[in-house]
């Protein structure tokens, strides 16, 4: 839960480094978090055809988990020596849908840069220091803190 819960604690910090295991119990904790608002809004009949399958608690839900998962993101690329900016490839699927019209031809096409950060995220960081600073992995192994 220490390692779900660390990104909280650092969500403006778009500097340093973060580890596989930071970003992924995140992640896991986020996906747990946003199904059962969604369950909720469900179960209480809070949906609506204007905002689709989210209600209102789904919504509070993506709110407050943004700076963090921007920030935990920003700082997982860092341990792979990329530059934060790799994000906007999570942006261009979505922009692309939302700006032309006929979608179907192009829809097995816009999801391979999104497949791309996915792979990233999976990938090992960087061993030793680099750009962004110091390893996370040689720090204490036990310990949830990360430079």
């Not at 596989?20 to 609506?48: C, Q």
């Not at 209600?55 to 700082?75: C, D, E, K, M, Q």
């Not at 990233?120 to 600073?133: A, E, I, Q, S, V």
């Amino acid at each position: 839960m220490e390692w779900a819960l660390l990104p909280f604690r650092r969500y403006t910090t778009f500097q340093g480094r973060s580890r596989r295991k930071e970003f992924w119990y995140f992640h896991l904790f986020f996906t747990l978090v946003t199904l059962a608002a969604g369950v909720a809004d469900i179960g209480l009949g809070l949906t609506s055809m204007i905002l689709g399958i989210f209600g209102p608690f789904t919504l509070l839900t993506y709110a407050i988990f943004l700076s963090p998962s921007l920030a935990v993101s920003a700082r997982r690329l860092h341990d792979l020596d990329r530059t934060a900016l790799w994000l906007l490839l999570g942006i261009l699927p979505i922009v692309s849908l939302v700006l032309i019209e006929e979608r179907a031809p192009i829809a097995p096409y816009v999801a391979l840069p999104g497949l791309a950060l996915l792979v990233f995220f999976f990938l090992d960081g960087t061993r030793g220091p680099n750009r962004f600073g110091a390893d996370p992995k040689a720090e204490k192994e036990g310990a949830a803190t990360v430079a």
